[in-house]
């Protein structure tokens, strides 16, 4: 086609120019704007406006609403300047509407007490209040208008940028204006081939407007344009400017995946200790169990590492296709490292593994921070000869000193808890070529398998792990009754701790979760205390156990390994306990304060209940009043124990931002997508990203670099 014969590297040129080339902007400007992570002039056409005023109508202060922004011109009536707790000066304005406005400035200069005389002509935008006299507006912008200027409204809306250290308001928005003056012609300025633009389609139907379009109608909408539209962020010119920041995102993920699989890894294919675990597991695994192990199989027994996502809800049995999975390393002589996030977690992970492994010879070394001295010696060593077959840890496993001698596969479990920068640690350090961090193309890296027990939506997964293969355990193993879920003022506590000391008396164990606001670790586990204490006093005869935060590791242990020996009844517990215990015979659970919680750390924590045979209970104890998403929460836990239905209900209700935290995958921090609002938008993307890769990869590789920044993102961290 004869648009695509323009040569890609002219196409951005003019975005590519430093922001030093703007009148007005000088070394130091420019340094504070790199700080924020704007270098050349595409980036300001990138950093949108998140709110508009309205300057291009005159209101009459007759008709203006307290609460409104507007804009209002008149002439000054009377100058007051006075002292009342602080200096104040009030601007009464005239525009003979038989309405009187006071601007109200509480700093002020000398020169502009000045430019108030009596009669002086002024237009001002701001938001008016009730005041002691009519309406006021506190620190109106304002400027003063001769009386033969001829002050035209434009007709453009003024945007209002998001404030950033160190620059003012103004100078920001001038320097945006200018680099905006600067914006070239689409020729120049799209990156996607014009077949491929349109080809596409928004999911209404309509064409993409062009990058020149949406950018202006962004920057600059016209006095007719709906605002409310703009705000909400469903623009035609928002959603063609998402669609290209998801592009390069999604891009970005796809050629880490692209570039990740041009390693090559050991070929793991030996069965003979899976069997045999398999034959002494006291279960049968579930079908789910076993797909999602065969899939795991077929993939080490290639020789490019594979990159493996495991989604399963809580209790549907992650662990032991983690064991399966690490024994196929075993069985081909090599190492396998299973990392969690909590100490508690790597704990209980080291205690499965090593009660389903070491009967079969398998030699399970323990490395997390709180190994210290000569037994941390000792497991480097372990770790370093080969001699540790198998190896649990917190991230300890992945700091300097921590050598691996022959890593051939990386678990990383609760995988939102980490970031993407984390599990490539991980991986580096099974790397044997001499390359270092640079990786060339033929060192042997592991293989990754990464597990998170937060269901992502699938939508979310494909744009999130976009480098990653995903497989679901959507299946519980047999004989589990679903959690049956109450939700409950805080004033009926006494009524609840009746019924726990039923279930107490009864022979049930039940959790009592604590959460705070503040959640130090401090101030939460003085709550978990306190209550520790109030309940041990109401409940005479229960025996009560207290794990949070702040207590040693060998006292959380003892007291979670008597809470599963069922020598404590009711465990107070902080969310210190969220993530993977597992205690079957627990099969009541109160969560305090359940209005502050998120979704997804409400079903986090009720999936430790409902594991055993017993029919088990939730109860979400909160204090009214409620705001609408902390019922719509509470709610959604009450109607479904169904992980992915919860996670498309946080997805809708927060964001995915929050949802897969911030760190963590290169898809937070968007400057306009919004992953919710702009799933919609995802076919479009990914159909788009397969067509650059395979055909274009210079241009992907640029839009990349315009939107994502390359690869300094990823490397930071
Ligand atoms: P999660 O996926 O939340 O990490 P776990 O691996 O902790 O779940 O498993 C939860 C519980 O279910 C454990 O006690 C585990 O031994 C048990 N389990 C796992 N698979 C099966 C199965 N196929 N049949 C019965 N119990 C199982
Ligand atoms: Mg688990």
């Known amino acids: 086609m004869r648009r695509n014969v323009r040569p890609a590297p002219a196409l951005a040129a003019v975005g590519d120019t430093p922001l030093t080339a703007l009148p007005g902007c000088g070394p130091r400007v420019a340094e504070k704007l790199a700080a924020r992570g704007l270098h050349c002039l595409q980036d300001l056409w990138l950093q949108l406006p998140r709110q508009y005023e309205d300057r291009t109508r005159l209101t009459r202060i007759a008709d203006l609403q307290p609460g409104v922004a507007a804009q209002v011109e008149g002439r000054v009536e009377a100058v007051e300047r006075g002292f009342r707790y602080r200096p104040v000066l009030r601007v009464a304005l005239d525009d003979g509407s038989r309405a009187t406005l006071v601007l109200r400035f509480f700093h002020f200069r000398a020169a502009q007490v000045a430019q108030f005389v009596p009669g002086a002509r002024l237009r001002c935008y701001g938001t008016p209040r009730p005041g002691q006299n009519g309406l006021e507006i506190v620190h109106p912008s304002y400027r003063v208008i001769g009386d033969d200027e001829a002050a035209d409204l434009g007709d453009a809306l003024d945007p209002v940028y998001p404030a950033l250290e160190g620059i003012g308001a103004a100078s920001l928005r001038r320097l945006i204006g200018l680099a905006l003056d600067r914006l070239p012609d689409d020729s120049a300025l799209e990156l996607v081939p014009g077949d491929l633009r349109d080809a596409a389609r928004l999911p209404d139907g309509s064409m993409l407007p062009s990058l020149r379009e949406a950018l202006v109608a962004v920057h600059r909408p016209g006095r007719d344009q709906d605002v409310s539209l703009l705000l909400a962020g469903t623009h035609p010119a928002q959603r063609r400017l998402a669609l290209e920041e998801l592009l390069a995102h999604h891009l970005s993920l796809r050629r880490q995946r692209i570039a990740q699989q041009a390693h090559a890894a050991p070929v793991l294919d030996r069965f003979e200790l899976a069997d045999r675990l398999q034959r002494a597991l006291p279960f049968d695994l579930t079908a789910a169990q076993g797909r999602v192990f065969d899939q795991v199989a077929a993939d080490v027994g290639q020789p490019t590492p594979m990159l493996r996502l495991v989604q399963g809800d809580v209790g549907s049995g992650k662990t032991v296709v983690a064991a399966l999975a690490a024994l196929l390393a075993v069985a081909s002589n090599r190492q396998a490292a299973l990392m969690a996030p909590t100490e508690l977690l790597a704990e209980q992970h080291l205690a499965n593994l090593r009660a389903w492994l070491e009967p079969l010879g398998v030699r399970v070394a323990w490395l997390a921070g709180k190994v210290t001295g000569r037994a941390r010696r000792q497991a480097l060593e372990a770790v370093a000869s080969g001699e540790a077959q198998v190896v649990v840890g917190t991230h300890a496993l992945m700091q300097a000193g921590v050598a691996f001698h022959d890593l051939a596969l990386a678990i990383v479990d609760e995988q939102h808890r980490f970031g993407v920068h984390q599990r490539l640690a991980l991986r580096d350090k099974g790397a044997v070529a001499p390359g270092g961090p640079g990786l060339p193309g033929d060192a042997i890296v592991p293989h990754q398998l990464v597990m998170t027990a937060t269901p992502i939506p699938r939508t979310l997964a494909m744009s999130a792990y976009a480098d990653l293969d995903v497989s679901a355990i959507d299946e519980l193993p047999p004989g589990r009754t679903p959690v ?39 101030v939460v586990a003085q709550a978990a205390q306190t209550t520790f204490e109030e309940l041990g006093t109401q409940l005479p005869g229960v025996r009560v156990g207290l794990v949070h935060g702040r207590l040693k590791a060998a006292e959380k242990q003892a007291t979670m390994a008597a809470f599963k020996r069922g020598e404590i009844d009711l465990l107070v517990a902080t969310t210190v306990i969220e993530v993977g215990v597992d205690v079957p015979n627990a099969s009541l659970m109160v969560i305090e304060n359940a209005e502050r919680l998120g979704l997804a750390q409400l079903h986090q924590l009720r999936g430790r209940v409902g594991r055993g045979r017993e029919a088990s209970t939730c109860v979400l104890v909160y204090q009214a009043p409620l705001s609408a998403t902390a019922r719509a929460r509470l709610e959604t836990m009450r109607e479904t124990c169904d992980g992915f239905l919860i996670a498309e209900k946080d997805l809708e209700l927060r964001g995915p931002g929050e949802l897969l ?39 992907a590789e640029r839009i990349v670099q315009r939107w994502v920044g390359g690869a300094a993102r990823y490397a930071s961290a």
């Not at 701790?497 to 049930?508: N, P, Q, S, Y």
């Not at 963590?664 to 159909?687: E, K």
């Open 484 to 522: 049956q879920t109450v939700v409950l003022n805080a004033g009926r506590r006494p009524a609840l701790v009746e019924r726990i000391r039923e279930a107490c008396a009864e022979g049930r164990q039940a959790y009592w979760v604590c959460t705070l606001i503040d959640d130090s670790d401090e």
């Open 661 to 699: 935290g911030t760190r963590q995958t290169g898809v937070a921090g968007f400057r306009v997508a919004d992953l919710a609002r702009d799933a919609d938008l995802l076919p479009q993307v990914h159909a788009l990203a397969g067509r650059l890769l395979a055909d274009h990869p210079a241009i």
